[in-house]
């Protein structure tokens, strides 16, 4: 037999086994709520007759003909596939299953009703999905289907053995996966019938149009459980089927059948018919237990209306970055896919059109930057598109390279008032201007003119030195005099300096020089990382170098500190003391004179050797101040700001990206009423765009609440910096559309201050990277958007219901853009337990 097409789609809803519909159901009205995460359909697996047995599908079953996919008359093919549900029964027959699909049709879907040949369903008007502008529902005209069949062993040669292959009365002993053996109700809402002289029929195991073909045989207790003219059924009403007991086909209506029995077994099947001549679309699907009553959760029946266009969606929101825009858009109800059109001019006519798109967001790349694109969408179904959306504009642009702005000032440092010298790679380091010392006074490092082609300054803000291809002779240095203030011992000073000397080392290459003169002392510093060290040249007694050695240099920047202490020299001839520092980790500390030769008071960068030199140099401080010549831990937060990554110089809340303490300035504290703002934009917008709120309600609003300087959530999600709020999130989403800058490997932090969950068996709190849905999937980064999940009651470190909740993430599979956002979601197993969060930050590592 060949492959069918069925194992060619990509479509993979809800494979469990079950009727039941996909765990947690669809989206709400709304928007909000659980979408089920849907995995691939597992494998068909033949298992020898001796080891099979049959699984029971458990009940209630119910099922909404992918309502909650948005399936319309193109997705029928899916719908009776296994890739819509699957059997969970292993195939025990001498046959191969080649359909397992829960649902079988057991006529008019196959090229001569033969499962062997290719698959048609042309005439939709027999067997089908049909949209009602939006609800889809099921179309059985002169056709019939089964639920729950299994393969049998009793086929004739040449037959489907899922059809027309009951046996009677005399054996047998049924085939299925419903167990119909105690009282059960059947269900269904009857959306439009029409018909003279058609009956709508439901059987029990017997997959023929005869009653008597079935274990049960015919009669008043007969397989043929259901059998009344396909006329009387009443459109927007719901059909009652009790067996045992009474039938109606409405309620509070006329009896039309009574069963004194149940009729079934723990392996049966069913099968819906609807004979030629009529017409019935059935919709909400139910099939349980007498002792259950399941009906009072489902929608209210409706009549059919057929599928009309979609309504024009409103104008799509864009979000601009590097060549390329990311689109999206609100759904519309009835809309199966949608069309995108964009151009660089406002016309519609003349734009490229991007059809069959099944997300409400997409990426355009390879555009154009500096250049205005147009971009329109519509909505498009079985009976055609909608007119196009109004059109919302986006300007790609290259990356701000001129946005390093160069320092001009420098105020004293928060705590020991140091004023720093700055360069910090802005321009080039001979331009008049680009040193500031004394707080205000612009300056500049003094070159030869033969040695300023050696250092190139890129618009972001990196000084290059570059001498990989000069010769002995290229000795490229600047200096800077006055750097230490005249007066009594002991001096000081101190530069720490980000530096980039990976290439050197590939190339086997010096990396960095700089040099200190002090009275008539010179402390020369060099990165090497052609020997993985670091040296102060001639600076012990002897003039023997000092080193630090054993490091990597290939790993991009590391941040250097050496602070020297200069006593006076006629207490002794080793008076001066240097302590290297590399990423705040004291990696030497070394005591002697210095080297001889120096004059007073200069700082000189570049390489004065003529070996090769490569480094990429983000910024230079340094100090005379005693308070600058202390521990790297010291310095935290003592750095000026704007000058470029400052690492572990930065402290914790220089290196926060991101922080929210819920009482900032402005804020209405009381989020249970109409007048709270801390979900406007007016508490807190959006560095990209001060109309957007940084923070907005995924789902359950009114179960958010602020106020106390904390914020309480239960059932519910909120989502930090989403630029694109209102639209869900979908692997698509490559271009990033959020405001905060994951790029670098993070920690996210928060307190949890109170928290009554003391369950560990349900209620969850996550956190979601670039996802503002409940689906982990639903993410440029999958399954990895869900960045943490633990249940509520030990959530915090160390598995407390209080405390901190620290996440960090993974340098090596990291989680993140230099767009993204975050959401943060406890889920209903929290209702009316609120989790209270404070202190909630971002910060690098």
């Not at 439009?192 to 005869?210: E, F, L, M, P």
């Not at 009574?258 to 017409?279: C, H, M």
């Not at 790609?396 to 390093?404: M, S, Y």
């Not at 993070?746 to 009554?756: A, G, K, L, M, T």
């Amino acid at each position: 037999m060949k492959p069918l097409p069925w194992a060619k789609s990509a479509l993979a809803l809800c494979i469990m086994g079950t009727l039941t519909a996909c765990g947690g159901g669809g989206s709400s009205s709304a928007g909000e709520g659980d979408i089920a995460d849907l995995p691939e359909p597992p494998p068909v697996v033949v298992v020898p007759p001796e080891e099979s047995g049959i699984s029971n599908t458990p009940l209630p079953l119910v099922e909404n003909f992918g309502e909650y996919t948005g399936f319309d008359q193109s997705d029928t093919i899916d719908f009776f596939s296994p890739n819509y549900k699957a059997l969970a029964t292993a195939d025990s027959s001498e046959y191969e299953d080649a359909r397992p699909a829960l649902y079988y049709p057991t006529c008019c879907f196959f090229d001569q009703d033969d499962p062997s040949m290719e698959i048609t369903v042309d005439n939709k008007e027999r067997l089908g999905i049909v949209s009602d502008a939006g609800d889809a529902s099921l179309l059985i005209s002169n056709a019939r289907f089964s639920i729950g069949q299994t393969l049998s062993d009793m086929a004739a040669d040449g037959k489907d053995p899922k059809k027309d292959s009951t046996p009677g009365s005399d054996g047998g002993s049924g085939w299925g996966e419903l167990d119909l053996s105690e009282p059960y109700r059947i269900s269904f809402c009857v959306a439009s019938a029409s018909g003279s002289g058609s009956k709508t029929q439901i059987y029990v195991d017997n997959n023929t149009s005869s009653e008597a073909d079935s274990i049960h045989g015919g009669g008043s207790l007969g397989s043929r459980i259901f059998d009344v003219e396909t006329g009387s059924l009443v459109p927007g009403e719901r059909v009652v089927i009790n067996i045992p007991g009474e039938t109606y086909l409405q309620a509070g209506g006329d009896v039309v059948d009574i069963k004194d029995a149940v009729i079934g077994t723990q392996n049966s099947f069913l099968q819906l018919r609807v004979s030629s001549g009529g017409t019935a679309i059935i919709d909400d699907l139910l099939i349980e237990k007498q002792s259950e009553d399941g009906q009072a959760d489902l929608p209210a029946c409706t009549v059919f209306e057929p599928a009309v266009v979609p309504d024009a969606p409103k104008a799509p929101t864009t979000f601009a970055t590097d060549a390329q825009m990311a689109v999206s858009w609100g759904s519309v109800l009835g809309a199966a896919s949608y069309d995108l059109a964009y151009g660089t001019t406002d016309d519609v006519s003349a734009a490229e059109v991007m059809s069959g798109l099944t997300e409400t967001s997409t990426t355009l790349t390879e555009l154009e930057n500096g250049t205005t694109y147009y971009v329109w969408v519509r909505g498009v179904n079985n009976v055609g598109p909608s007119e196009w959306s109004a059109s919302a504009t986006g300007t790609p642009e290259a990356p701000v390279g001129d946005n390093c702005t160069p320092t001009t000032s420098v105020d004293p440092s928060a705590t020991n008032a140091i004023i720093w010298s700055v360069y910090d790679g802005c321009t080039h380091p001979g331009d008049l201007g680009a040193v500031v010392i004394n707080g205000s006074e612009q300056t500049n490092f003094s070159f030869a003119d033969e040695e300023l082609k050696w250092f190139e300054v890129s618009p972001q803000g990196i000084m290059e030195l570059d001498t990989l291809d000069g010769d002995s002779e290229t000795k490229p240095v600047g200096d800077l005099d006055g750097i230490v203030a005249d007066g009594a011992y002991p001096k000081h000073f101190t530069w720490v300096a980000r530096i980039d000397n990976a290439k050197a080392e590939s190339q086997g290459a010096r990396g960095f020089e700089i040099e200190t003169h002090i009275d008539d002392r010179r402390m020369k510093a060099i990165l090497r990382p052609d020997s993985g060290k670091i040296q102060i040249e001639k600076f012990l007694a002897g003039e023997e170098t000092a080193e630090v050695g054993d490091l990597d240099f290939s790993d991009g920047y590391h941040t250097y500190q050496i602070s020297f202490i200069v006593n006076d020299p006629a207490a002794g001839a080793d008076n001066i003391n240097a302590v290297v520092y590399r990423d705040g980790v004291e990696v030497g500390n070394f005591t002697g004179p210095g080297r001889s030769g120096g004059s007073a008071s200069l700082f000189r960068i570049g390489e004065g050797s003529g070996s090769a030199f490569h480094a990429n140099l983000d910024w230079l401080v340094w100090s005379d101040n005693a308070a600058a010549a202390v521990a790297a831990d010291q310095l935290v937060g003592e750095l000026p700001g704007g000058i470029g990554e400052l690492d572990v110089y930065a402290g914790a809340d220089a290196s926060a990206a991101f922080e929210e303490n819920f009482n900032g300035v402005g804020l209405v504290e009381d989020s249970d009423t109409e007048d709270t703002n801390f979900f406007d934009a007016a508490y807190r917008a959006q560095s990209g765009d001060a109309s957007k709120p940084m923070f907005n309600v995924t789902s359950g609003g009114s179960r958010i609440t602020v106020a106390g300087g904390t914020l309480a959530l239960h059932n519910a999600r909120f989502s930090i910096g989403d630029a694109l709020h209102g639209t869900d999130t979908a692997e698509t989403d490559t271009a990033g559309r959020g405001d905060l800058d994951l790029s670098k490997p993070y920690v996210i932090s928060f307190d949890v201050v109170e928290n009554p969950n003391v369950s560990l068996d349900s209620g969850k709190c996550q956190v979601y990277v670039d996802n503002n849905t409940s689906s982990s999937g639903k993410s440029m980064h999958g399954g990895d958007s869900k960045v943490f999940e633990a249940y509520a009651a030990v959530m915090a470190d160390g598995d407390q219901p209080e405390g901190t909740v620290t996440i960090t993430s993974d340098p090596d599979a990291h989680i993140g853009t230099a767009n993204s956002f975050l959401q943060i979601r406890c889920d209903s197993g929290t209702e009316d337990k609120a989790v209270v969060i404070d202190n909630f930050k971002v910060s690098y590592q």
